[in-house]
């Protein structure tokens, strides 16, 4: 498979993608970031939400089982403890009283309702229910991969500033010493007022490169701090991490292992089972209703005694006239599937789109990287010309600082394009999910 190819040449673990650039310190922060990050805990805690909604989903196919108790002392009033004054044998009662006594009444039993999913509707809802913990998983697996890949651009970004940051103060340094030779020269008669002015701006040209870019480094160690959740984490100082060597294709098939195609199907799915579930209103519903007890004037007649009572039987529920509730609402349900179908077409589109772009800014920031690494060995090459001439004394020193001065600018391009191009596979393994395993 193409995309097995391309992993094979980048030498990465799927899982742990991050390693590929051969950096501690990326390895630290991606761990730190993982551990910490506020979005995550939360993506965490909707899992665990959508896990507990599961569990209420499937409980609705067994029975709900209830023990009741209570009791109440009842006296006289007209509603109890009403008694009829006796008459003769076939006419009417000569009138009643109400009995001046009290009595306790105390019950007890078990009630049981079981639904009867004989037509799937709950079932449907309890696959619903596993489609939504699956979404809430890959939601978080979607999380992690932005999160890491920001945090490994950050990263690399602040890495790819200290260099060029470091190239400008040397190149400063070089430019310095040029206007200080210049001005010598001036003064020998060797050289105008002129040259000395262009040394000068030229210096101060560069000299004004250095706010921006300590600006730039703060501001990349704040958005490490933010991610990390911690406003003191500071990088050690290492080598610069590795560029991948990025080449081959890819295999559409696999980029539904992104998270967020995985998440749309997952989608599509919890709405084709609701559709069913919404369907199943319109066929009878039966339930089995049970209930037992005892009851009795005092605690010992609950154990003893005549005041046992139990009735069991089922009840049936057909839909006859709702005013069109129910079609509405299978209506309303064929729409929203329809809905997530599209939105799965669309997240397979962006994601192939996505993933050949990245591909493609990878490969040729990499072929500019190794142009512009070509461009410095030359520079160096010509700078060491120089330093053998001015030995040899056909050549003067500020042939030497010159060289020196466009191998530097060489090297700030290259660094340029170096974290250009180590960016530019942070979004690659982004656009291909890092790898990332199917569940």
Same mark, same amino acid.
């Given at each position: 498979?193409?995309?097995?190819?391309?992993?094979?040449?980048?030498?990465?673990?799927?899982?742990?993608?991050?390693?590929?650039?051969?950096?501690?310190?990326?390895?630290?922060?991606?761990?730190?970031?993982?551990?910490?990050?506020?979005?995550?805990?939360?993506?965490?805690?909707?899992?665990?939400?959508?896990?507990?909604?599961?569990?209420?989903?499937?409980?609705? /196919?067994?029975?709900?089982?209830?023990?009741?108790?209570?009791?109440?002392?009842?006296?006289?009033?007209?509603?109890?403890?009403?008694?009829?004054?006796?008459?003769?044998?076939?006419? &009417?009662?000569?009138?009643?009283?109400?009995?001046?006594?009290?009595?306790?009444?105390?019950?007890?039993?078990?009630?049981?309702?079981?639904?009867?999913?004989?037509?799937?509707?709950?079932?449907?809802?309890?696959?619903?229910?596993?489609?939504?913990?699956?979404?809430?998983?890959?939601?978080?697996?979607?999380?992690?991969?932005?999160?890491?890949?920001?945090?490994?651009?950050?990263?690399?970004?602040?890495?790819?500033?200290?260099?060029? /940051? %470091?190239?400008?103060?040397?190149?400063?340094?070089?430019?310095?010493?040029?206007?200080?030779?210049?001005?010598?020269?001036?003064?020998?008669?060797? %050289?105008?007022?002129?040259?000395?002015?262009?040394?000068?701006?030229?210096?101060?040209?560069?000299?004004?490169?250095?706010?921006? /870019?300590?600006?730039?480094?703060?501001?990349?160690?704040?958005?490490?701090? /933010?991610?990390?959740?911690?406003?003191?984490?500071?990088?050690?100082?290492?080598?610069?991490?590795?560029?991948?060597?990025?080449?081959?294709?890819?295999?559409?098939?696999?980029?539904?292992?992104?998270?967020?195609?995985?998440?749309?199907? %997952?989608?599509?799915?919890?709405?084709?089972?609701?559709?069913? &579930?919404?369907?199943?209103?319109?066929?009878?519903?039966?339930?089995?209703?049970?209930?037992?007890?005892? &009851?009795?004037?005092?605690?010992?007649?609950?154990?003893?005694?005549?005041?046992?009572?139990?009735?069991?039987?089922? &009840?049936?529920?057909?839909?006859?006239?709702?005013?069109?509730?129910?079609?509405?609402?299978?209506?309303?349900?064929?729409?929203?599937?329809?809905?997530?179908?599209?939105?799965?077409?669309?997240?397979? %589109?962006?994601?192939?789109?996505?993933?050949?772009?990245?591909?493609?800014?990878?490969?040729?920031?990499?072929?500019?990287?190794?142009?512009?690494?070509?461009?410095?060995?030359?520079?160096?090459?010509?700078?060491?010309?120089?330093?053998?001439?001015?030995?040899?004394?056909?050549?003067?020193?500020?042939?030497?600082?010159?060289?020196?001065?466009?191998?530097?600018?060489?090297?700030?391009?290259?660094?340029?394009?170096?974290?250009?191009?180590?960016?530019?596979?942070?979004?690659?393994?982004?656009?291909?999910?890092?790898?990332?395993?199917?569940?």
């Amino acid at each position: 498979m193409p995309y097995v190819l391309l992993l094979c040449a980048l030498a990465v673990d799927p899982a742990n993608w991050w390693t590929v650039y051969q950096d501690p310190e990326l390895n630290r922060l991606v761990e730190t970031v993982a551990a910490r990050n506020l979005d995550l805990l939360s993506a965490t805690q909707r899992i665990a939400e959508a896990r507990a909604v599961l569990g209420q989903a499937g409980s609705k /196919l067994g029975p709900d089982v209830n023990l009741s108790g209570g009791g109440q002392r009842l006296r006289g009033g007209f509603t109890q403890g009403i008694a009829r004054i006796p008459s003769p044998s076939g006419q &009417q009662p000569t009138g009643s009283f109400v009995a001046p006594f009290e009595t306790g009444l105390l019950q007890g039993g078990l009630d049981m309702r079981w639904e009867m999913d004989l037509f799937g509707g709950n079932r449907a809802g309890r696959e619903a229910a596993r489609a939504d913990v699956l979404t809430a998983q890959v939601r978080r697996e979607d999380l992690l991969i932005t999160v890491t890949a920001e945090a490994a651009r950050a990263y690399l970004e602040l890495r790819g500033i200290e260099e060029r /940051l %470091a190239i400008t103060r040397r190149n400063i340094a070089a430019q310095r010493e040029l206007v200080a030779l210049t001005e010598d020269r001036t003064r020998a008669g060797l %050289a105008s007022q002129l040259d000395v002015e262009r040394q000068t701006a030229l210096l101060a040209a560069t000299e004004a490169e250095v706010p921006p /870019l300590a600006a730039a480094l703060a501001a990349q160690r704040h958005r490490l701090a /933010l991610l990390t959740e911690d406003t003191g984490y500071q990088v050690a100082a290492v080598p610069s991490p590795a560029v991948p060597h990025v080449h081959g294709t890819y295999s559409s098939e696999l980029l539904k292992r992104r998270p967020d195609v995985r998440a749309a199907e %997952a989608r599509l799915t919890a709405a084709m089972a609701r559709l069913r &579930q919404a369907r199943a209103d319109l066929y009878p519903k039966i339930t089995l209703n049970g209930l037992m007890g005892r &009851q009795g004037t005092a605690i010992g007649n609950l154990s003893f005694g005549g005041g046992n009572f139990f009735n069991l039987g089922p &009840q049936l529920q057909l839909p006859l006239f709702n005013a069109g509730r129910i079609k509405a609402g299978i209506s309303a349900q064929q729409a929203r599937v329809e809905q997530e179908r599209l939105a799965y077409r669309q997240e397979i %589109a962006a994601a192939l789109e996505e993933a050949a772009n990245a591909l493609e800014s990878a490969q040729r920031q990499q072929e500019r990287e190794k142009k512009l690494t070509e461009a410095v060995e030359a520079a160096r090459r010509s700078l060491a010309l120089a330093a053998d001439l001015q030995r040899a004394g056909l050549s003067d020193f500020l042939a030497v600082l010159d060289a020196e001065r466009t191998a530097l600018d060489t090297e700030y391009q290259r660094s340029t394009a170096r974290t250009q191009a180590l960016l530019e596979s942070v979004a690659l393994f982004k656009a291909l999910a890092g790898g990332w395993p199917q569940p």
